[in-house]
């Protein structure tokens, strides 16, 4: 038991998706005349952000992103150049891409299969026995319609029984607290 | 996570930004810098920035641990918030999650999670602040 806790701790994920700029300008300062009304920020329509999965484990560790961006499926022009993912998809990162760059339940599927399925198994790998070969991981995340999706859940529960999800409140997170 | 992780993109994309400006400054003039902001330009950089960003977040895992604080979710591993939560769930005040996705979690199962070693003293690791 003594070992085993910190490897428990890389076994409870936390993830949410989260929606990122192509130009990650500061919406803060501007260079514009003091006390104007409107200051309009070139580049910033939602046409040129994509979305980005962010998942960390409680023992401190964050785990492959997932990134999301805007294009037809099926094609991949969407998608930064190769030469340009080759490295982070060497560091596990996957890449996907949907018409309005927002994350789907394909998309979480393959976010399980890809990034958070091989995550869990190194882990079981890297405790050289400590933990069992079906050892559970608990995931946390929020109530988001995907998320709770009865095909999503029943997918998980068929494909992955040992992923045992928790869902937390979303936006209030911050002041939500085990203890109360 | 998402708010340390969009500041360091953010950083990351200033630093770019005014090397590119500081570049173009030697042997031009000011009014000819122009930074090549175009979507293919950008897709291409974006992920640089993201892979540097995660680097920086991963190599220093009590950003993580701190996040996991505020939000209150390290709680449930305090051994006292086990204990808490392990009274409660027996006098059935624990509130259930919906859907009933875990209502098929077995007996067996539920005891893997909540009770195990739960009247032995606590051990050394357990007492080690996640922070």
Known sequence: MKFLLPFLRMHVINWDQTGMQLVPASNA?????????????????????????LASAASGKMLPLQVIYGGAEGSLRALPNVLCRAT?????FVFAQTPTHWSSQGNMCKYIIGVIDPYVK??????????????????????????????FLSWMKEEYPHLIILFVPGEPLVSFSLRT | MNCPFKAAVKATYHLWYAQD??????G??????????????????????LLSSWERLNGDASIVKKVW??????????RQVQRAAAKMRDAGKLWRVPQGYDAEIGDEDEQQLFSKGFDSEPDEDDLVPLA
């Open chain 1, 122 to 151: 190194n882990v079981i790998k890297a405790s050289n026995g400590q933990l069992l070969v079906d050892q559970k991981a608990v995931l946390l995340i929020d109530c988001w319609s995907v998320h709770k999706n009865e095909e």
């Open chain 1, 29 to 53: 300062r501007t260079y514009h005349t003091k006390n104007s009304l409107d200051v309009n920020v070139a580049n910033g329509d939602d046409k040129r952000g994509y979305t980005v999965v």
């Open chain 2, 28 to 49: 031009h003039a000011v009014g000819e810098v122009k930074v090549g902001t175009a979507v293919g330009v950008m897709r291409d950089l974006s992920v640089g920035w």
């Open chain 2, 21 to 26: 400006v500081g570049q173009q400054l030697h």
């Open chain 1, 88 to 92: 982070t998809i060497a560091k596990g």
């Open chain 2, 69 to 78: 604080q505020i939000t209150g979710l390290h709680a449930a591993f305090d």
